[in-house]
């Protein structure tokens, strides 16, 4: 995933966030917090996690997908970027 490599950083900072999140949550339940604020916390952690999985996959989609020398009226290019486009409108 030689990819990820390149956006190393960025995700790792994604997934510290993730983690802070999370035990935010276990926090909460532990205190024995109201049933909304657990679960406003956990729905914020799924979008921080389809947050960092749309990442993922948009990555991956300009690294194997999209040819980075095509133009921007190549059919595979503009395939890829619907594609990028529709992960992000389901995901983030």
């Known amino acids: ?8 950083q960025k995700l790792l ?10 035990e935010a949550i276990e926090r909460a339940v532990g205190a024995d917090a109201e049933c ?11 979008g921080a996690l389809d947050g960092f999985i749309a990442e993922v996959i948009e990555d991956h989609i300009r690294e ?3 040819d980075p020398t095509a133009g921007s009226e190549d059919p595979r290019t503009q395939a890829g970027e619907e594609l990028v486009a529709i992960v992000h409108a389901y995901l983030t």
């Open 1 to 8: 995933m030689s990819h990820v490599a390149r956006e190393k």
């Open 36 to 46: 909304a604020r657990v679960l406003q916390q956990a729905t914020a952690c799924r």
């Open 64 to 66: 194997h997908m999209i």
């Open 13 to 22: 900072n994604r997934l510290k966030r993730l983690r802070g999140q999370l």
